[in-house]
């Protein structure tokens, strides 16, 4: 199983991959994890919401209280632990 660690405040994905796939791209054989802050004034929850919807098994993670760069600095050993446990 590959895995795909989707955090829209970084843009990238486990091994530097950008996160921007079509969900099509990612409903085959991939676990898959949607960081989403409801304060981001870059990317708006409901794109967040609508990727965890349209990925089947995406565990999702919609932070009300965050924004953009608190996600990106502020739960990074979160992002990662949750990225190794999905091996």
């Known amino acids: 199983m590959r895995a795909l660690c989707a955090c829209h405040t970084c843009g990238l994905a486990a091994g530097g991959a950008p996160t921007f796939l079509a969900p099509a791209e990612t409903a085959q054989n991939i676990a898959a994890t949607v960081w989403q802050a409801g304060q981001d004034l870059m990317v708006p ?43």
């Open 45 to 87: 929850c409901a794109h967040g919401k609508w990727l965890a919807g349209h990925v089947p098994g995406a565990v999702t993670h919609l932070m009300k209280d965050e924004g953009y760069f608190s996600v990106a600095l502020g739960r990074t050993a979160e992002v990662l632990r949750e990225l190794v446990k999905t091996f």
